[in-house]
């Protein structure tokens, strides 16, 4: 999964996913260059609009709490303790989907 947040475009999860992660770098790190374009991939891959409405919250909500974390100097974990955890957050996210 690692390979997949590094670089989407070249990673083994799906197409759907891949442009996703790409729309979240874009709303990230290059809001202002958003356009149309970047959603209607998503739909033209078979995203439904409540997905994107999904991936658009999920992100806007992290990029937040990240900034509000840098404004106020919170302690970052190492990558080794996301490395940890992001298995086990992930089959717990799943499991409730379920």
């Known amino acids: 999964m690692a ?3 590094r670089d989407p475009q070249s990673s ?7 442009l996703a992660l790409a729309l979240i770098r874009k709303m990230t790190l290059e809001p202002d260059a958003l356009q149309s374009d970047d959603y209607a991939a998503l739909r033209a891959a078979g995203v439904h609009d409540d997905a994107i409405e999904d991936v658009i919250q999920v992100c806007a909500g992290f990029n937040i709490i ?3 974390a840098d404004a106020l100097e919170f302690a970052i974990p190492g ?10 957050n ?3 996210a799943y499991a409730l989907s379920k």
Not at 79 to 88: H, I, S, V
């Open 90 to 92: 992930y089959q717990r």
């Open 66 to 68: 990240n900034r509000i």
């Open 12 to 18: 083994s999860v799906r197409r759907q996913v891949q």
């Open 3 to 5: 390979d997949a947040l």
């Open 79 to 88: 990558e080794d303790a996301f490395e940890k955890a992001g298995p086990r």
